[in-house]
């Protein structure tokens, strides 16, 4: 199985700041990484497919990047509507699999 | 718009079977790969089990595979999980949730549910 490793676990950010997630695959997936947000209570919601594109409806200030092994989510400048859980998902092959999740919250 | 509505979960006790089923809305079911992702309390995201949109290809996590069975019934729009010998570490929030790509098996999941919760205890 491919295991996706997060970091941080969390971070404590403030409205407007820079926040950057990384996700490491335990081998090679190129390009098939997806990024989703998951609020208390709430299912998850897809951000980011294909490692870099960005799903319909979601804001620009939410960006993705890498190929391989390594993986970056980056929220550009942070809106109180940004703090949640996020994860990332391969889906290079089965079982497909979620990294730990890192929890953004208010600092 | 396009909705997915969970049901069947509750308490069940250990080693027994629970079928679980989502039926879908506002879209061309027969179209779409349909998958199951589940939560335990307080703990991340696991995928379970996927069912390619034509039915032809099913895949199963580890942790559940030759215990639970994914099937789906087009005329019903409508996709299940049957889960057999259900141990504790089965609890949890059970999403369905629709593959991203129509007509081809992305694997990434674009509309969840709201989810149903399964606990397993005596």
């Known amino acids: 199985d491919i295991q996706m490793t997060q970091s941080p676990s969390s971070v404590s950010a403030s409205v407007g700041d820079r926040v950057t997630i990384t996700c490491r695959a335990s081998?090679?997936?190129?390009?098939?990484l997806a990024w989703y947000q998951q609020k208390p209570g709430k299912a998850p919601k897809v951000l980011i497919y294909?490692?870099?594109i960005l799903q319909s409806g979601v804001p620009s200030r939410f960006s993705g990047s890498g190929s391989g092994t390594d993986f970056t989510l980056t929220i550009s400048s942070l809106q109180p509507e940004d703090f949640a859980t996020y994860y990332c998902q391969q889906a290079n092959s089965f079982p497909l699999t979620f990294g730990g999740g890192t929890k953004v919250e208010i600092k | 718009q396009v909705q997915l509505v969970e049901s069947g979960g509750g308490v069940v006790q250990p080693g027994r079977s629970l079928r679980l089923s989502c039926a879908a809305s506002?879209?061309?079911?027969?179209?779409?790969?349909m998958h199951w992702v589940r939560q335990a309390p307080g703990k991340g995201l696991e995928w379970v089990a996927g069912?390619?949109?034509?039915?032809?290809?099913?895949n199963y996590g580890e942790s559940v595979k030759g215990r639970f069975t994914i099937s789906r019934d087009d005329s019903k729009d409508t996709v299940y999980l049957q889960m057999n010998s259900l141990g504790a570490e089965d609890t949890a929030v059970y999403y369905c949730?629709?593959?991203?790509?129509?007509?081809?098996?992305?694997?990434?999941?674009?509309?969840w549910g709201q989810g149903t919760l399964v606990t397993v205890s005596s």
């Open positions: 069912i390619w949109y034509d039915g032809s290809k099913k």
């Open positions: 949730a629709r593959d991203l790509v129509l007509a081809a098996s992305s694997n990434w999941f674009d509309s």
């Open positions: 081998q090679a997936i190129s390009s098939w």
């Open positions: 506002g879209f061309t079911f027969s179209s779409y790969g």
């Open positions: 294909a490692a870099s």
